[in-house]
């Protein structure tokens, strides 16, 4: 029997979606480094980027969502047609790559919340001796090592974390998603604006934002900047990642797309700076020199966010509160957003021919076998973010195609103006979209020249480099591979998820 | 203290971000009581 069509109650629980969606790990350990670095030069030019890449995306992917009501094998695919269905299955995939790994960082932030939580505690109403060594670099290095490689901790703190989300989602989206995120989102918004008010307080946190803030109109001419800011831009606010298809399909039709989308990408970013305004000061005020500070940003964001900033609360008064506060909120981001990309596989699950809790079952099933490796090795880890982090972008190319394909305009009227609050321009649309087209293209071709890795196709033997983290050999071959799988069973997919 | 240049380039992110967001969360607010009515 056909289960009851589920819907979000309101416009503000789908925006809570989106936002739950969109502020995950990355606001708090990408955008602060980055940001860092380049300053206000790099902020301003993130701004653009919203309303260049991330806005369009977006508000294309809520309405196709909206429109169809299904998940986005579905959506993507009725978009395509049958001669370009793989597109479809080709971004379900990258997706759902994430979605495995990203359960593993839920795990860590888990783990590390558990920590801080015991320092607390020690700092409280015992000796604080958790803190003090907190505090000494080589504790610190240790833990984060030991946590990443072949590490059960990690898996079981995973698990837990999976279960958690099955448990969630299975309730459906009313008794679920929405109650979850209705004290997840204000919540995490609250401990960022709490973290920050520490921070600023401390001696020497304004040097944070002057780092933050300066404009320098010379940094304009640098092209990394501009590179940096799309890609950040394009990754944090889950642009292209179909998320935002599949929380549009339990949309009502009556729904607004663009006020709702515009609301979400703004949150988004918001809590991003607020993120930046927490970090920043905090690393500055706890370093002795900016050079100094400016080196730990330069550590990685793993890095970052598990040795650095832990050692750098417990040396601070009051450091296990923040330290707490800090790592509760980093949990909730990501659990926030590792919600919505099982319900993606959920959704298309439920669309083939299982009820919800069949679904969230083999969603977490999947999401434990096929992230195992990620949670037991680093290695693994890392190439897989690479990997599908470049994969968004590809699923950008591919969604610009589509949308570019049916026609720009004739998109915007068919599905985002359908009863839009306010409409935006669509000579606006329409140039964005074929920006993000060629945008796209430029930007996998740039990364993929960085020179990662010291062997980018072939190693010193002249054999194809696959096994190595970072080279393009590994990224083409499992891109290569999603293709075959997308282009082989196109017309299953089709017959299953669209014509059906 | 913050230099000048710091304070300017604060004000004009914050402006455009978080006042963005609070402008879109009041437009949505008035839409919804509109459509209410």
Known sequence: MAEKVEEFSSRWSIILASLGMAIGAGNLWRFPRIAGEYGGTFIILWMVFLLVWSIPLLMAELALGKHYQKGTLGSLGNLAGKKFNWMGVFITIVTLGIAFYYSVVTGWSLRYFILNTESLIGYLFGSGELNTKIGETDFMDTFWASLSNSSWVAVVCYVVTILAAIWVLSKGIKNGLEKVNKILIPTLFILLMVVSAFALNMEGGYQGLEYLFTIDVDKFSNPTIWIEAITDSAWSTGAAWGLMITIGSFSNKREDVTLNTFLGAFGNNTAALLAAMAILPAVFAMSATPEGAMAYLHEGSQALTFTVIPQLFAKMPGGPILSFIFFGAFLMAAFSSLLPMMQLLIKNLTDYTLTRKQAAFVAGASCFIIGFPSAYSLDVFKNQDWVWGLGLLVSGIFLAFLIIRYGPTKYKKDFIDESSDFTVANWYFKLMIYAIFIFGLFLVYWWMSQGYSEYPWFDAEGNWNVMDVYSNASIVTQWGIALVIAIVFNGWFYKKFVRK | ?37
């Open chain 2, 1 to 37: 203290m913050m230099s000048t240049e710091a304070i300017i380039g604060m004000v004009v992110c914050l402006t455009i971000t978080l006042g963005g967001f609070i402008g879109l969360v009041i437009k949505a607010l008035s839409m919804d009581k509109k459509k209410e009515e």
